[in-house]
């Protein structure tokens, strides 16, 4: 790769994260805010970010599935590179994003110390907030979860796919 390649990919890695960052810290909602930070640079359907509503928050906020910024990621790489209904015939397609789901969940997972909401929560904070349990919410608010925390998880996310589909030569939007 070219220097002038690997600064035009560190400056859409960059604008993608801060694009995550300031979705999350606005937004809420760490799934759809990864995904809506891949549209905004990448060609993304717009049913991919409402699909990713109820993924935030280890799932439904209960805090014990997977991170939504991991998820989020997830459903972009298989967006990109899963197996279309029309295709469901070709058992090998099932298995076409798994090389880069897998590095995208190994980074995340070695980066946080696991893949789960209460696991970044960990990392983050020492401790999991419930936020289903308006107090913990409230501690979670006041420990800098969406001022800066939860942001960040989802802007590094949103780099790191955006990273995987630079590199996997999907076109980037001209803006």
């Not at 890695?13 to 801060?18: E, I, T």
């Not at 919410?137 to 001022?147: D, M, V």
Request: charged fraction near 25%.
């Amino acid at each position: 790769m070219a220097d002038h390649e690997k600064v035009e990919k560190e400056k859409l890695m960059q604008k993608v994260y801060n694009r995550g960052y300031e979705l999350e810290q606005r937004y809420d909602g760490c799934a759809q805010c990864v995904v809506a930070a891949i549209q905004d640079h990448f060609p993304v359907n717009s049913a991919l970010v409402k699909a990713a509503t109820s993924f935030s928050g280890g799932i439904a906020s209960t805090t014990n599935g997977p991170c939504g910024a991991l998820t989020g990621g997830i459903m972009v790489l298989s967006f990109f590179f899963g197996r279309p209904r029309e295709e469901f015939s070709d058992i090998s397609m099932l298995r076409r994003p798994g090389p880069l789901v897998r590095g995208f969940w190994e980074q995340f997972a070695r980066k946080y110390g696991g893949d789960s909401c209460s696991d970044v929560q960990h990392y983050l904070f020492g401790t999991a907030y419930s936020f289903l349990d308006s107090e913990e919410h409230r501690q979670y608010e006041e420990a800098g979860g969406i001022k800066d925390k939860c942001p960040a998880v989802v802007g590094q996310s949103a780099a790191w796919v955006a990273e995987l589909l630079l590199e996997s030569d999907v076109p980037v939007l001209k803006k």
